[in-house]
């Protein structure tokens, strides 16, 4: 009977030790996910500020961005990153390939969340 529930420990442990594991994946995720949101929104704001764009065009394509990122579904239809990308593609000829950001390396990277 000891076996049985030591047995029966070790799969509750695994069971709540993956489900913390999948939480905390999820918030990386998650995290990234907005962190790339906002660089991209940057890139296109900064983009507008280059050809010489209004403070008010500015923010209303900001406003336009962010409900694009929030919006779950639009008359009963996900929206999905991946179809807007082949919309552009199709429609507008973009090469989505030529996308290449530059980051700090792996050492600053690693420097700035040490905060040394």
């Known amino acids: ?26 918030t990386i995720y998650k995290d990234a996910a907005d962190t790339f949101a906002t660089f991209a929104t940057v890139s296109v704001l900064m983009a507008m500020v280059r050809r010489g764009r209004s403070e008010a065009y500015i923010q209303k394509l900001y406003d336009e961005l962010v409900l694009i990122y929030s919006t779950p579904n639009v008359f009963g239809k996900e929206i999905r990153l991946t179809d807007m990308m082949k919309r552009l593609e199709k429609n507008y000829n973009i090469d989505f390939s030529r996308i290449h950001v530059n980051l700090e390396t792996e050492k600053e990277f690693i420097k700035s969340t040490k905060g040394v």
Do not use: G
């Not at 076996?3 to 999948?22: V, W, Y």
């Open 1 to 26: 009977m000891k076996a049985r529930d030591c047995n029966f420990c070790r799969k509750q442990i695994a069971k709540e030790c993956e489900q913390e594991f999948l939480k905390k994946e999820y």
